[in-house]
């Protein structure tokens, strides 16, 4: 016998209830009804609930949403008292989300048995089969946590198209691929997945949706089961499109990570790849976004079907958006020199502006860099390429062409199609770029080939389904992650799954000077420390190979575009800056050429100012390393800590070389809280016995001259008229110096000719600029004293290498050389005032010297000690700290050095998760460092 039980409460709800005779309701799937406003339409969705055949049981629980029209609570109670499986609920209004909650809690609370929940719309309706149909799919599926359907819309009638395999991707970035009318696993409400019931305003079940995403949940579409939708001129819905862009700018904020780049790159990764590359002898296509992650391969026959199939069903099917024919060698050794992420970064950037991008290589052993250039009409490729890429436009129209000489001309000597070279330079093997019998021409041409002749073929714009197309095409996903991240093109690189921390090192040059040696020796403490560190170069695109870098960068990255390294539309204190707004500063294109990191360190890059607000909107900090106030022809400060000024507030940290640089931040208005003072020490790390013997040198040889040397540009900031008149007047006074000059010749106005020449008219030799850090030790290892009677200064690298070496420098007491150097202790100090001034304390310092070898000899030991001191693992400690405060859970068994002297053989020491680290500022350290 049947039981049957009404339930009334005192609180303000009042809910009718039916339970079997057993007393325990069981249900399989509970089809969740919310209704306010509906009640006569109720009947129909309830209607279609009852009519489900299912070999399970159904529950169909009504939620009335404090509906003021008394319609509603009359049907629902009559159906709740007329059928054993509906049950009516009845609660104060609280919007569509609340209601939908309250379903929930009673369907988990209630029906012991429960596998899953269908959301019904009390205006939309179901066919009698839906729910066996969903759940038998859902069963048969592992991974598929909830099934959305095709939208069949009735009132104004529409049939949408939403077959395709589910994309996260698509989902986050495009728009609300599943409607609320889903069946949704109990996994996913037990992991406390709710709507949001604050967005009363619509596209609360998109939110919910990403809520399951953000747990790991996937939806699958079931194009059969049969949900029908109503549509009217105006709903709630059309209401909510009204308000879209508020209602989305609350969805983004809460599920930041979604919207990540990160995030939303993995995805294309996974499942809309953006690479398709061609491997030459092979009929496996790789597809890929990141091509050093794991990614599918496809035999070519099935490659071939899906592309024809996407032209037929181009939202259902889809291949990637630009491809590449290189052979896995050639991949691998771009790998090797970290530059395969930007040579397809830049293919892809090309491919949109040209018919097919010529790849080649050529042997460099000093230099990393590459060379765009586009052929003129009737121009022929200089070198035949060893690879090629371009878009996926371009393929199809060469396979639907019914001629293929156009194509075919690339075999040629003068080919058809608009083309452009990208030469990449480097250190190659000759394997690396040996010529094959089956050139990459040959394997584009095979490729096009297949495609032409596949039996697949049924040509373009024929569509084989009656639906409407919505999504859009699935071979053009690539551009809503550009459109969500705000960036064309995207750097193809993907985060590592628990991987290091991603520093990015940003250069206007890549080449010797002392900014780009700062930043070369901050990358290798901090690659020691166990970060990751990309090198990224806006200006000339190459980078002078050094050494001891080899090892440093995981990636090297060229922007390889004519961008402004200085200037803009805009003025702040007398310089010349760039907005995020004006053209010049390729917001999107730097955007996305910067993708994918978690901290950049700005070295003197002024136009990139311009866009580091939006990359710090992005989580990403924003570090600026600042080195020396320039002087202008007239003497007035300038440069680039009047840049830190005007664009202080969006720099997570600054950092200085100099005590004097960061007091001079501060008083100009920077918080204390922001400078970190990093001292410079010698630009390349040397061992402790190289150090020893190439010292013992200097008295080998003599003939008892002085010795000096000059380094560096010649021109006014380096004082170099000072040098040539204290040599002058040193030689008409007879005393005796060996001279080295080295440096390039840079012609200043009014000089009166090259100073090479005017050097050499007084028998000083001067010679080229030298580069190599061996042979830059072994000139300071010669000399005697290291002349620097600069007008403006930061803190010089050279003068600390010439000190780690013994070889005593001369300098003017400018900027922060002060604080290199004690004057009559390790160095000497020359007056900071007119030229006159400068040049009588240079000719008597030089003068005395020679005449004092025991002074000379004094200063050399001292200026060697206090050299030894300076060390960088251990200068860039408050970084490091600072690094640690910033991102504590990425730096476990991070590792930071302990430093020895002037070792660059570093003991390490790994940070446990727990270890407090060191406030910046104060005295406490992370790992306990020997004093000196």
Not at 499 to 514: C, D, E, N, Y
Not at 576 to 604: C, K, P, T, W, Y
Not at 802 to 813: E, I, K, S, Y
């Amino acid at each position: 016998m049947l039981h049957r039980k009404v339930i009334k409460t005192d609180e303000p709800n009042v809910r009718y209830a039916q339970f079997g005779s057993a007393g325990t309701p069981s249900a399989t799937v509970a089809i969740l009804i919310p209704v306010y406003k509906h009640s006569v339409l109720l009947t129909e969705a309830v209607d279609a609930a009852l009519a489900q055949e299912a070999p399970f049981n159904i529950a169909v629980v009504i939620v009335d949403d404090g509906c003021p029209y008394p319609e509603t609570a009359q049907v629902g109670q009559a159906y709740a008292l007329a059928h054993e499986n509906v049950y009516y609920l009845r609660k104060p209004n609280g919007g569509l989300s609340s209601a939908r909650n309250y379903g929930i809690e009673f369907a988990l609370r209630t029906f012991g048995d429960l596998e899953a929940i269908y959301f019904l719309d009390a205006d939309n309706r179901i066919t009698s089969t839906a729910i066996h149909v969903l759940m038998d799919y859902m069963r048969r599926n592992d991974g598929v946590d909830w099934i959305y359907p095709n939208i069949d819309k009735f009132g104004i009638e529409w049939n949408g198209n939403y077959t395709a395999q589910y994309s996260r991707l698509l989902h986050v970035t495009f728009d609300n691929i599943c409607e609320a009318g889903s069946l949704v696993s109990r996994s996913i409400l037990d992991a406390g997945v709710r709507f949001d019931e604050s967005m009363k305003s619509g596209f609360e079940d998109w939110e919910f949706w990403l809520q399951a995403i953000s747990h790991g949940f996937k939806g699958a579409n079931y194009p059969f089961f049969g949900f029908e939708y109503r549509q009217r001129a105006e709903s709630m819905l059309r209401d909510s499109n009204r308000t879209r862009e508020s209602i989305l700018g609350y969805i983004k904020d809460k599920h930041k990570k979604l919207f990540s780049t990160d995030t939303l790159l993995q995805w294309e990764h996974e499942e809309a790849p953006r690479y398709g590359a061609f491997g030459r002898g092979s009929n496996l296509v790789d597809l890929f976004t990141d091509p050093l992650i794991e990614h599918d391969k496809r035999e070519l026959e099935e490659f071939v079907r899906t592309f024809w199939s996407s032209r037929a069903e181009p939202e259902t099917f889809g291949v990637p958006p630009f491809w590449l024919w290189m052979f896995p060698v050639h991949r691998d050794a771009l790998k090797g020199l970290g530059l395969l992420h930007n040579v397809l970064w830049l293919g892809e950037r090309l491919s949109q502006a040209y018919h097919f991008v010529a790849i080649r290589f050529e042997r460099d052993k000093d230099k990393l860099g590459v060379e765009i250039h586009p052929l003129e009409e009737g121009q022929g490729l200089a070198k035949r390429p060893l690879a090629w890429m371009t878009s996926l436009g371009i393929v199809q129209q060469c396979a639907e062409d019914t001629s293929d000489d156009w194509v075919r001309s690339l075999r040629g000597a003068h080919p058809a199609p608009k083309i452009v070279e990208l030469v990449v330079r480097g250190p190659f093997s000759a394997e690396d770029i040996q010529r094959t019998a089956l050139s990459a021409t040959n394997s584009l041409l095979a490729t096009l080939g297949a495609l032409r002749d596949s039996g697949y073929q049924n040509g373009p714009a024929k569509r084989w389904i009656w639906r409407s197309p919505y999504l859009p095409e699935r071979s053009k996903y690539f551009q809503l992650l550009r459109h969500a991240v705000g960036a064309a093109p995207v750097m193809p690189r993907l985060a590592k799954a628990d991987g290091p921390l991603r520093v990015g090192m940003l250069l206007p040059i890549a080449t010797f000077g002392g900014v780009e040696k700062v930043a070369y020796a901050a990358a290798r403490v901090l690659k020691r420390a166990g970060c990751e560190v990309h090198l990224y170069v806006f200006g000339q695109p190459v980078y002078n190979r050094i050494a001891e870098n080899d090892e440093v960068f995981d990636s090297i990255n060229f922007l390889a575009d004519d961008y402004p390294l200085w200037g803009g539309p805009n003025t702040f204190s007398g310089h010349d800056i760039l907005m995020g707004h004006d053209e010049n500063a390729r917001a999107e294109q730097v955007l996305g050429f910067l993708s994918g990191l978690d901290v950049v360190i700005n070295n003197q890059l002024a136009p990139a100012n311009a866009i580091f607000g939006e990359l710090r909107r992005r989580g990403v900090k924003v570090v600026n390393y600042v080195h020396v106030l320039d002087n202008s022809e007239m003497g007035r400060p300038a440069g680039h800590p009047y840049l830190t000024l005007a664009y202080e507030h969006i720099y997570d940290a600054v950092l200085t070389c100099s005590r004097d640089m960061a007091e001079w931040l501060h008083g100009m208005g920077v918080p204390m809280a922001k400078l970190l003072h990093i001292p410079n020490a010698p630009g390349y790390p040397m061992e402790t016995e190289e150090v020893r013997v190439l010292s013992a040198t200097r008295m080998q040889e003599r003939d008892g001259r002085l010795r000096a040397i000059f380094l560096g540009r010649l021109d006014r900031q380096k004082g170099i008229e000072r040098i040539f008149a204290a040599a002058r007047t040193l030689q008409r006074r007879g005393v005796q110096l060996d001279w080295r000059i080295i440096g390039s010749d840079v012609m200043d106005s009014g000089a009166g000719g090259s100073w090479k020449e005017r050097f050499e008219e007084i028998g000083i030799q001067v010679e080229p600029p030298v580069y190599d850090s061996r042979r830059l030790s072994k000139l300071m290892a010669w000399a005697d004293v290291f002349v620097l009677p600069s007008r403006w200064e930061g803190a010089p690298l050279t003068i600390i290498e010439a000190q780690r070496l013994g070889c005593v420098p001369v300098a003017t007491n400018v900027g922060a050389v002060s604080e290199l150097i004690e004057h009559g202790v390790d160095g000497i100090l020359l007056r900071a005032t007119d030229d006159g001034i400068v040049t009588q304390d240079l000719i008597a310092a030089l003068e005395g010297l020679g005449k004092r070898e025991g002074r000379l000899n004094s200063l050399s030991a001292r200026a060697a000690q206090r050299a030894g001191e300076r060390n960088w693992d251990k200068h860039m400690q408050p970084f490091l700290r600072q690094l640690y405060k910033w991102f504590p859970d990425r730096f476990r068994g991070i590792r930071i050095a302990k430093a020895r002297g002037a070792q660059s053989t570093d003991q390490h020491r790994t940070v446990s998760p727990g270890a407090e680290p060191a406030t910046v500022g104060d005295r406490r350290t992370v790992i306990r460092q020997s004093t000196h």
